[in-house]
């Protein structure tokens, strides 16, 4: 069960910023979207959850076509799909259990030591036990990274999407990070999409990667097909030099 990105354009106003774009996260990966700051990544998840809508092109989620569903459709779709914000996006006043649990209190039939156990056991998952009663302030930012990411498997989604996983992070944490994506999709068997501007971090924990470039998708491969790249718009990108895009259309 993927997620299939197919000709999806997307604009803001006369601003164009997916302008045909096609991607696919198989089964089982987790495909990587990189790309500079603006170039439409974060709304590139959003389209995918429904939250924004592409103005053309279509977006599957398995089996499912994402401007197809109802209202209630999507909210179970979405039920299906973890979805880890860039800024963890938890909730200040409830402890950490609490914030994980939220989406299992939505599920019909479970019950509270149901909720608890399946809270200590996305916890355990993040190597978080232990903290459950804390507040998101008395986390450091890559627990809270991690916080975020045990509430967005709470339910057992089939799909995980990340924001920038490992943005704000030292590298150390960020490795941690990219660990547990790896982890998520090996025990997890979840099929992922993370996007991030960090090449390395997408080199440590996706399958594949694909490259968001003037709203299109420039380059898809592994990690040695992108090292390897002749195109000067990944070269620049892996190389971190802004002068080898001079002259390129
Ligand atoms: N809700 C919105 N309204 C208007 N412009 C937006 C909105 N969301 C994103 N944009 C614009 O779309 C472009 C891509 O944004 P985004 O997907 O957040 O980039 P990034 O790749 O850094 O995640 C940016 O120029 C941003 O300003
Ligand atoms: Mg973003």
Redesign the pocket.
């Known amino acids: 069960m993927g997620i299939y990105v197919e000709d999806v354009h997307l604009s803001f106003g006369t601003k164009v910023v997916l302008d045909g774009v096609t991607v696919v996260a198989n089964n089982r990966e987790t495909l990587a979207v990189i790309g500079p700051s603006g170039a439409g ?2 709304v590139l998840l959003k389209s995918v959850v429904g939250l924004l809508h592409p103005s053309r092109g279509v977006i599957r989620v398995g089996d499912q076509v994402v401007g197809g569903l109802t209202k209630d459709g999507l909210v179970r779709m979405r039920q299906d799909v973890g979805y880890v914000f ?1 800024f963890a996006a938890l909730f200040d006043s409830m402890t950490i259990a609490d914030n994980v649990a939220m989406g299992l209190r939505r599920l019909e039939g479970i019950t509270q030591a149901g909720i608890d156990e399946r809270v200590r056991e996305c916890l355990e998952l993040v190597e978080l036990d232990g903290l459950d009663a804390r507040y998101p302030s008395e986390l450091s930012g890559g627990q809270r990274k991690r916080a975020g990411l045990a509430r967005a498997i709470a339910t057992k989604p089939t799909y995980l999407l990340y ?2 996983p490992t943005s704000g992070l030292d590298p150390v944490t960020g490795t941690v990070i990219d660990r547990l994506i790896v982890r998520m999709r090996d025990e997890l068997a979840v099929t992922g999409i993370m ?1 991030t501007h960090d090449l390395h971090s997408a080199y440590r924990s996706a399958d594949r990667i694909a490259m968001l470039y003037g709203g299109r998708i420039r380059f898809v491969g592994t990690s040695d097909e992108f090292r390897s790249a002749t195109d000067p718009v990944v070269r620049s990108f892996v190389e971190g030099r802004p002068e080898l895009l001079e002259g390129v259309t």
Do not use: A, I, R
């Open positions: 990544k974060s860039q924001d920038e996007v």
